[in-house]
């Protein structure tokens, strides 16, 4: 089997490593200078630095010798590069994308994107789940959720990325794997600044269980499964990416506690935080569908400096008690 993987960051490097052992890989650059030093060196130094690249995988920076032959395109690009990415495969059908979140301006998440730029027939879907780009290029055991609305593609596109360390599960919940995939970001930068701050594990476990109960909601107001929401697309990431200490998001929310201003934490990160862009559209959404989600309304308020972490904590703790939901 050909797969393309169309994105060169991390995630897209680590999953082409991942299946490299069981079919022809194509990882499509779209910097032709970082595809030639990935090609030369057998390495991403940029996004995946320390990871040898099988030579199986072929790197390229011609998108139309990517896709050339391939049975499931993979679109590893941030939510932000997805719309032009998806625009250049409009006749194509068999697209998964890896990103997660909202497109800023317009607030939509992937599947509406990929509705308004693949055009009518096409197939596509999402794949989430816990996952960090370190362990999966390692070769470590990964559980992830593949989501489609027609019911045929998830399954069979779930079966043809199903194997070796990768164990792929397929539901028709997109709404619900996208909106764990987003609002999972927020509660992890709400984690990091509970850790940044030293408020300790009980805390912590509280942030985490109290972001699932938001996440939970929002979902449910679109539409969403509630056994998405507690399986691997969302209360499996969100306890990964709150916890884990090569989560980005939680990096962010650590280092605004300590004081760092947010234009420096992102510049340092070197890579995106789909949290801090996503924040301000669950806030949004929340406001819109009349959800409760306090913790995403206490980090986005942070993030536009309308909160420092410390105040925000202290907001949080003098809510009224009330009724666990």
């Known amino acids: 089997m050909k797969v393309a993987v169309l994105g060169a960051g991390a995630w897209g490097t680590a999953i082409s490593c991942a299946l490299a052992t069981r079919m022809e890989v194509r990882l499509w650059a779209r910097d032709a200078a970082q595809a030639r030093a990935i090609r030369e060196r057998r390495r991403n130094e940029r996004y995946l630095p320390g990871f040898e690249i099988p030579a199986s995988v072929s790197v390229t920076a011609e998108l139309a010798e990517a896709l050339a032959g391939a049975e499931l395109l993979l679109a590893a690009t941030p939510v932000a590069g997805l719309r032009e990415l998806l625009k250049k495969l409009s006749a194509a059908s068999g697209v998964v994308w890896l990103c997660k979140g909202f497109e800023q301006g317009t607030g939509a998440l992937p599947h509406r994107i990929a509705a308004e730029t693949l055009g009518r027939g096409a197939s596509f879907g999402a794949l989430s789940g816990p996952s960090f780009a370190e362990e999966v290029a390692r070769g470590l055991p990964c559980a992830l959720t593949l989501a489609s609305s027609d019911a045929q593609f998830a399954r069979e596109a779930a079966e043809r990325l199903h194997g070796g360390r990768l164990r792929v599960y397929f539901t028709t919940d997109l709404v619900g794997v996208e909106i764990g995939g987003a609002v999972k970001n927020v509660m992890a930068i709400a984690a990091g600044i509970s850790d940044g701050l030293g408020l300790g594990l009980n805390a912590r476990a509280a942030l985490i269980t109290r972001g699932l109960a ?22 499996g990431d969100l306890i990964l990416t709150a916890t884990g200490d090569l989560s980005r998001n939680r990096r962010v929310g650590l280092e605004l506690a300590r004081g760092k201003p947010l234009e420096a934490i992102l510049r340092d990160l070197g890579h995106i935080a789909e949290g801090v862009r996503s924040a301000r559209e669950v806030a949004r959404l929340a406001a819109e569908h009349g959800v409760d989600m306090p913790v995403s309304e206490a980090v986005n308020a942070v993030l536009d400096g309308k909160l420092s972490p410390a105040e925000a904590v202290d907001r949080l703790l003098s809510r009224e008690p009330k009724k666990e939901r």
């Open 214 to 235: 938001e996440i939970a909601r929002l979902g449910a107001a679109l539409g969403a499964q509630p056994e998405t929401i507690m399986g691997l697309a969302g209360v």
